[in-house]
């Protein structure tokens, strides 16, 4: 008999209550603030420094050298599990985060998205480095660097030690 009055009680809670569920996709989710989706890329601020690209656990995130002078940046969505750690490491909060989370689709390619980058070129061996953008990047924020920004890695190292060479007397430091 008890059992009967203990569903009669729950009956008169759930109606004073009234309906919890959504009727989705009728009624749109609720969707708290804290909640997680799909990342954004600004192609006008990133600057191809791949920082994004080294803090992606899942890989999600690739950079590429496609065709002669241009990188890529490549997101994935299918792989992403939205950590939002790209935004975190982007230096020109040129990445945010999203509620989006309606992701399904028929096609793989509409889960792909690319920002193409032009290669700066090597001033003394015309090799091809970075990005235009980030070059740029770095003369903004450190402009005593001009010597040794418009140079690749090598051409760098290469200088660097010429000028330590030139201040001990012509010693090879090598």
């Known amino acids: 008999m008890m059992g009967k009055l203990g569903f009669v009680k729950i009956l008169v809670i759930a109606a004073e209550a009234g309906r919890v569920t959504r009727k989705y ?3 749109p989710p609720l969707v ?4 997680r989706g799909k990342i954004e890329i600004d192609e006008t601020k990133c600057i191809g420094c791949g920082s994004c690209v080294l803090a992606c656990p899942p890989n999600a995130l690739v950079m ?3 065709g002669e002078g241009y990188r890529v940046l490549k997101y994935f969505v299918g792989r992403c599990i939205f950590c939002w750690r790209c935004i975190d490491v982007c230096p020109v909060d040129a990445i945010k985060g999203t509620r989006e989370f309606e992701l399904a689709t028929d096609n ?6 690319a920002v193409i980058h032009k290669r700066a070129s090597c001033t003394e061996c ?3 480095y ?5 070059k740029a990047y770095v003369m903004e924020k450190a ?3 001009e010597n040794y920004v418009d140079k690749c890695p090598e051409c760098r190292r290469n200088k660097l030690l010429r000028a330590f060479e030139k201040r ?3 010693e090879s430091l090598e």
């Open 130 to 134: 970075s990005t235009v953008k980030q």
């Open 143 to 145: 402009p005593i660097t």
């Open 126 to 128: 015309n090799g091809l």
């Open 64 to 66: 590429s050298d496609e």
């Open 25 to 27: 996709p009728y009624e």
């Open 168 to 170: 001990r007397g012509g």
């Open 108 to 113: 793989v390619e509409d889960l792909d998205e």
């Open 32 to 35: 708290s603030s804290d909640f």
